[in-house]
T-cell receptor, first 116, second 117 residues
Framework: AQSVTQLGSHVSVSEGALVLLRCNYS??????LFWYVQYPNQGLQLLLK??????LVKGINGFEAEFKKSETSFHLTKPSAHMSDAAEYFC??????????????FGPGTSLSVIP | GAVVSQHPSRVICKSGTSVKIECRSL??????MFWYRQFPKQSLMLMAT?????????EQGVEKDKFLINHASLTLSTLTVTSAHPEDSSFYIC?????????????FGPGTRLTVL
């Protein structure tokens, strides 16, 4: 079975500083990987995804993530944090089902705080 | 992008009553819909997967008689929490996929906050 771990349930950065949110996965087959952001009492918004091709993926709001197969990692970064980036971030892996629809497995989440 | 709506956004009910939550894909046909449950400060837990016109597939530990799922059309899935109890209070989120091909992106609804008194 596939699983996702996120190191650090809470990360705090200063405004303008680098954001690094860690994600590692386990999978017996090539995975599809996602990062989602969730603001309080709201649903999930897709930041970026990796399916195939280029391992460095650029997403919305200046975020990007790099798929490293050798490290089974998909860490999320942003060069300069903004106050509006404060939210809950979920890394997720997609499990390809025989029935051809994908079940998404979510990591435990990382809460990002941005200090002015 | 594709839009998924949920109704209601928030519901408060008495213990023992049943509550229905709707999930709609507004601008695409969703062959597959997923229902998740999220406790405060926790991740999303997949409850069940439903395909239009067939029975839902429930994850281990999820009571199918407690959480009834109906996916009667390509744009609507409903989750009914039967005989709700305080421990069923949670944030319920649905997602929908367009289907077709190996990879199907899921689009998430805004969630429904259920509080059982």
């Amino acid at each position: 079975a596939q699983s996702v771990t996120q190191l650090g349930s809470h990360v705090s950065v200063s405004e303008g500083a680098l954001v690094l949110l860690r994600c590692n996965y386990s999978s017996s087959v090539p995975p599809y990987l996602f990062w989602y952001v969730q603001y309080p009492n709201q649903g999930l918004q897709l930041l970026l995804k990796y399916t195939t091709g280029a391992t460095l993926v650029k997403g919305i709001n200046g975020f990007e993530a790099e798929f490293k197969k050798s490290e089974t990692s998909f860490h999320l970064t942003k060069p300069s944090a903004h106050m509006s980036d404060a939210a809950e971030y979920f890394c997720a892996v997609s499990e390809v089902m025989k029935t051809s629809y994908d079940k998404v497995i979510f990591g435990p989440g990382t809460s990002l705080s941005v200090i002015p | 992008g594709a839009v998924v709506s949920q109704h209601p956004s928030r519901v408060i009910c008495k213990s023992g009553t049943s509550v229905k939550i709707e999930c709609r894909s507004l601008d695409f046909q969703a062959t597959t819909m997923f229902w998740y449950r999220q406790f405060p400060k926790q991740s999303l837990m997949l409850m069940a997967t439903s395909n239009e016109g067939s029975k839902a597939t429930y994850e281990q530990g999820v009571e199918k008689d407690k959480f009834l799922i109906n996916h009667a059309s390509l744009t609507l899935s409903t989750l009914t929490v039967t005989s709700a109890h305080p421990e069923d209070s949670s944030f319920y989120i649905c997602s929908a996929g367009e289907g077709g091909g190996v990879y199907n992106e899921q689009f998430f609804g805004p969630g429904t906050r259920l509080t059982v008194l």
